[in-house]
């Protein structure tokens, strides 16, 4: 377990330690701050990898820490509460109830997960691709489009590499890139660190500089009383008929299916699938992390045809497929390996430490990138 590397602590809203928080939220707007009456230091990784909380809620009767796989019961001492708790490594959701209620703790970072803001916490285990280097960095642009699919004004987030800015003539690969079930397109920026690890391949002389886009792929639609969400058909006609060409006419990449690629991380990864086999003549490269070949939230399988299947190796120039070896959708996973060997479909195939869960993602990125547009 690596310390105190953290790149950024909490998300989009601030790149520093929101630590300047004042405790009497009466006080109103703050000119100057008592810098002993600020929040406490909201956690601290020890030497056995073990994390003491210690969370402000004076007047709190019970304060209980779930992280996605165990429940802590925190102590009381004074205004705060806090406990030792062995979380893991890795990007750790955290989720706090108060006395009944959860909420959000403003001192610890906040990113997005299961379709609301999350408190996380970020432990590098010893093989993190994330730690930044001392090398020049790439910028993470917002970009906003008026969506026909959907009629809303809809968001991308974009990775420019660090050249880009630097000879106005020069055209770059680009990767498109999702997020899974519940996130959206910040996610790859906040919790996956993608900037940073692409960063750094780059400098290593790793990867070809590359465009990454990010879309927010829960398409939804408010239809009277209730939301439907359209995560298969809704966003592919979205991706093809409105990013890709706004992309293309706005930013300096190509516009050819050898300097193209998708890529998804669970949800991400079945349109990933159903995207690549659907429109094959779009993209030469194909990453599947943590994920499907077959639609197991909706059952969709327009894409699941002996028509798709059977050219799909040959016009594809690389597809990688990767799963963490504790993952739950495991059984998932090895019933697309049959399918995939029925029809001779050739892949990388690669099973890292870890569950469905954020330190398997950016290796799957991390490793991926490293294939992309090579001669």
């Known amino acids: 377990m690596k310390k105190n590397h953290e790149i950024n602590y909490t998300t989009g809203l601030t790149f520093r330690k929101t630590n300047m928080i004042p405790i009497d939220e009466n006080l109103g707007p703050i000119v100057k701050y008592e810098y002993d009456e600020v929040l406490p230091n909201p956690y601290e990784i020890c030497e056995d990898g073990i994390v003491n909380f ?183 006609k979205m991706l093809i008929s409105e990013v890709m060409p706004y992309v293309e006419n706005k930013y300096r990449v190509h516009t050819d299916k050898a300097n193209r690629a998708m890529a998804g991380l669970s949800m991400g990864s079945m349109q990933t699938s159903v995207i690549t086999l659907k429109h094959q003549d779009l993209f030469d490269y194909v990453g599947i992390f943590s994920g499907f070949v077959r639609d197991v939230l909706t059952g969709y399988e327009a894409h699941i045809k002996a028509e798709y299947m059977e050219t799909y190796s040959e016009k594809m120039k690389y597809i990688f497929r990767a799963m963490g070896n504790e993952d739950i959708f495991m059984d998932a996973f090895l019933n697309d390996d049959e399918l995939l060997k029925a029809y001779g479909i050739a892949h990388d195939r690669i099973i890292y430490p870890g569950y469905h869960e954020w330190k398997v993602w950016q290796h799957c990125i991390h490793d991926f990138a490293q294939k992309l547009f090579q001669k």
């Not at 996605?68 to 959701?93: A, M, P, R, S």
């Not at 590098?124 to 020049?136: F, G, M, N, Q, S």
Request: glycine share 10%; proline share 4%; aromatic share 12%.
């Open 54 to 236: 210690n969370l402000y809620y004076p007047g709190a009767h019970k304060v209980i820490l779930r992280t996605y796989t165990d429940t802590f019961e925190l102590k009381q001492k004074g205004n705060c509460w806090g406990g030792k708790c062995h979380v893991g490594t890795g990007y750790i959701g955290i989720m706090i109830n108060v006395d009944g209620r959860e909420v959000l703790y403003p001192g610890l970072p906040i990113g997005f997960g299961g379709n609301k803001p999350i408190n996380f916490i970020q432990i590098l285990e010893e093989d993190a691709v994330i730690e930044p280097l001392d090398c020049k960095h790439g910028s993470v642009v917002m970009d906003y489009f008026q969506s026909r699919v959907t009629g809303h004004l809809e968001r991308i987030y974009l990775y420019l590499p660090p050249d880009y800015q630097k000879d106005k003539d020069v055209k770059y690969p680009v990767l498109y890139l999702q997020h899974g079930h519940g996130e959206n397109e910040t996610t790859w920026v906040n919790q996956g660190k993608v900037n940073f690890i692409f960063d750094n391949l780059i400098a290593q002389g790793k990867a070809k500089e590359t465009v990454v886009v990010m879309c927010n792929g829960m398409v939804s639609f408010e239809r009277e009383d209730k939301i439907e969400v359209d995560i298969i058909e809704a966003f592919e």
